[in-house]
């Protein structure tokens, strides 16, 4: 599991762990927990970075039928039961 690091607007810096990617209509998506506990928090972010930044630049993913559609592609990527909610 790669543990990455997210620079905040107010210039805070937040760790994730990036349990699973997966591209979709030509968008990457990254699902990424708080923690490697059990109870951990997930998150569904998507790349809205440019083939000319330096570097990927990530939001969460508010739409609710987007974040069902990928959602359910997440879900059925991993190998236990994930309970995925919005």
């Known amino acids: 599991m ?3 690091t997210f620079v905040t607007d107010d210039g805070g810096k937040e760790e994730f762990y990036v349990e699973e990617q997966t591209r979709i ?11 490697k506990d059990d109870e951990a928090n997930a998150y569904i972010l998507k790349d809205i970075s440019t083939d000319t930044d330096a570097e990927a630049e990530y939001v ?3 739409d609710d039928t987007e ?10 990527m991993l190998d236990d039961e994930a309970d995925i909610t919005y």
């Not at 974040?67 to 059925?76: H, K, L, P, Q, R």
Request: proline share 0%; aromatic share 12%.
């Open 2 to 4: 790669e543990k990455i």
């Open 25 to 35: 209509n030509g968008v990457n998506y990254i699902l990424v927990s708080d923690s």
């Open 60 to 62: 969460m993913v508010e």
């Open 67 to 76: 974040f069902d559609a990928v959602s359910g592609v997440f879900a059925s």
